[in-house]
């Protein structure tokens, strides 16, 4: 039988799509002990996190709350809950995961309209409506922070649309959430997902969702059942409401993480942290171009959070991640989908988003390719 070594990650600075590097003070909240999952202490712990997570997602939702799962799980919430089998739903896809939505729309039985742009280009709100008269939907699944792309998507003008339409906006804030500015009331989204492990900095695990009174109402109007049982928010709910009726265990340690994850966001301030997110990718864009690479989005709507450049021509991609890895303990992502090989994908989320990190990163690219 072999005997194990003690368990002993490397220590990596995390550059990537995420995870992103955990503060010290999530980790440390996360070794507590655990405690019951109806305990009143517990039970104090989940309205703390309800509420801070309503301030962070800008929002009066009284339906926000962590789903147990990462961003994926969150996604799927958004769908199952909110798609009927046969419900004509209208999802934008210009990278990786818009496709996913469709993917998920598709599984629940949606009628999917896709609406396409090339990645790393933006939607307009004109061509959301175009798209809409042509084929109303009861649904509009748009992705906020493409960290496929690298791309960051207006969603004010697009809301708009939708509502004239009289149709509801479902948003993936997976990588905006706490990195970059989301206001889910001033915007008037309705369903807006996102995940722990980006930039707000704790463990892949959590889900947070939130959900305007327009789409709840939507939600209780449902003809049928939602069909994954572990995701049903009218189920859900009860147990992070005024029942408190036993669903699913929730993961204790995970939300004691999260609290702490969101207690650090508060003491920052939503805005400096917004501002830090956005002076730190700006300076890791004019290090880069200094470099000689090449950005792929325009400066208009670069995503602070996540970075796409082009692999330089005659350079082998894979080959400089693998470098960086070993040599320097950093990570950071290859190319997804249409952007296999071609381009290097650059994360500051969170607790990564810091400038002595940007520094770090642009020394060992100089001594890599000998710029
Ligand atoms: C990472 C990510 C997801 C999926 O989250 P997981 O935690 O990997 O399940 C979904 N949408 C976007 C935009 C993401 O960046």
Redesign the pocket.
């Known amino acids: 039988m072999v005997v194990y070594s003690e368990l002993n990650p490397p220590p990596r600075l995390l550059l990537g ?2 995870p992103s590097n955990v503060a010290p003070r999530v980790l440390k909240a996360m070794s507590m002990p655990t405690i019951g999952h109806l305990d009143p202490a517990f039970l104090q712990l989940m309205s703390d996190v309800q509420t801070l997570l309503r301030h962070t997602f800008r929002t009066d939702n009284w339906l926000t709350l962590p789903i147990s ?7 799927e919430a958004a769908i199952a809950n909110f798609v009927e089998p046969g419900d004509p739903v209208l999802v934008c896809i210009n990278g990786y ?1 818009g496709e ?1 939505l469709a993917e998920m729309a598709n599984r629940y039985g949606a009628k999917v309209y896709r609406l396409e742009k090339p990645w790393g280009e933006i939607f307009t709100p004109e061509e959301v409506d175009a798209a809409l008269r042509e084929h109303p939907a009861k649904i509009v699944a748009i ?6 792309t690298g791309v960051l998507q207006p969603l004010e003008g697009i809301s708009e649309v939708v509502h004239k339409h009289g149709a509801l906006i479902l948003v ?1 804030a ?2 905006s959430l706490g990195g970059v500015p989301l206001f889910v009331d001033d915007w008037d989204l309705d369903i807006v997902y996102s ?1 722990t ?2 930039a707000l900095s704790c463990p ?1 695990g959590l ?1 947070p969702i939130t959900v305007s009174e327009r789409a709840e109402e939507v939600l209780s109007r449902r003809k049928t059942k939602v069909i994954s049982w572990y995701l049903d928010l009218t189920m859900v709910r009860k147990y992070w409401g005024v029942e408190r009726t036993y669903h699913h265990t929730a993961p204790i340690n995970m939300i004691y993480g999260l609290r702490e994850a969101l207690r650090i966001v508060q003491e920052e301030g939503l805005e400096r942290r917004w501002h830090r997110h956005r002076r730190n990718a700006t300076f890791l864009w004019t290090g880069l171009e200094s470099l000689g690479f090449q950005l792929v989005v325009p400066r208009e709507y670069r995503l602070p959070t ?1 970075t796409t450049v082009y692999v330089p021509e005659g350079v082998n991609g894979a080959f400089v991640q693998r470098r960086l890895l070993e040599d320097y303990n950093i990570e950071i992502g290859g190319g997804l989908g249409a952007f296999r090989g071609k381009v290097w994908r650059i994360g500051l989320m969170g607790e990564s988003s810091r400038r002595e990190h940007v520094v770090l990163l642009l020394a060992a690219l100089k001594e890599i390719l000998r710029l």
């Open positions: 799509p995420g799962g990462t961003g994926s799980a969150g996604m995961f996913r992705v906020h922070a493409e960290t496929s993936d997976v990588t995940g492990q980006k892949p889900a996540l």
